[in-house]
């Protein structure tokens, strides 16, 4: 066996895990992630969304979204509970993909470089906006609430009967260059933009 054959083995088999710990996470509740040490408490909402979307970021092609300095960028635009958890679960795509850098931005002209946008609420960019720069900048738009999908942001992380779903835009993520897993796909909603942006 040969060195890189070892190597592909090896990124193969964390693809797998990925795919097994994603499976196991999609339509997880805050009160199935209670700790063994405390087991009344329950982790929130935004805990539980921003493991999930480390997990979808395992299954995108990051190296389409890393910018000029080879960094993963990701940027959160307005106010989003996602923010102060995200820098806790990136831990595993960290040491997968390497440098991670997670940055809280008020305009979108505030971006530097590709990469991962979090769309947070009270924005103030208007969803075309939101779309037109995603397929500028190849960047993957994400957001912590499911409506937004069908306004043009890719990736949404709701919460139906208290388990946290994903919705996927797969049509403004072939629109803006991103890859993502089929397997990912399978696990989604997939819908489409309810308005054609120009």
């Not at 921003?50 to 299954?59: D, E, G, P, Q, R």
């Not at 942001?153 to 629109?175: A, C, H, P, Q, Y």
Request: proline residues 2%; charged residues 25%; contains cysteine.
């Amino acid at each position: 066996m040969t060195l890189f054959h070892g190597l592909g083995c090896r990124v193969r088999w964390r693809r797998i895990v990925a795919a097994l710990a994603l499976l196991g996470l999609v339509g997880l509740s805050p009160a199935s992630l209670a700790s063994d040490h405390h087991p009344r408490a329950r982790a929130s909402e935004a805990q539980v969304k921003s493991v999930v979307l480390t997990k979808v970021l395992l299954f995108t092609d990051l190296e389409l979204l890393r910018g000029r300095d080879r960094v993963l960028d990701i940027y959160i635009l307005g106010e989003s509970a996602l923010g102060e958890h995200l820098e806790l679960a990136l831990g595993e795509l960290r040491s997968a993909h390497g440098e991670v850098r997670v940055e809280a931005i008020d305009d979108l002209d505030d971006m530097e470089d590709a990469g991962v946008l979090v769309v947070g609420s009270e924005h103030g960019a208007a969803p075309c906006e939101l779309v037109r720069r995603g397929r500028e900048l190849g960047l993957l738009t994400v957001s912590d609430r499911s409506a937004t999908t069908s306004e043009g942001v890719m990736v949404g992380l709701g919460l139906e009967d208290k388990r946290v779903t994903l919705w996927i835009n797969n049509g403004e993520v072939k629109r803006a260059g991103v890859h993502l897993n089929s397997r990912l796909l399978r696990l989604a909603r997939l819908v489409e933009t309810s308005q054609e942006c120009r």
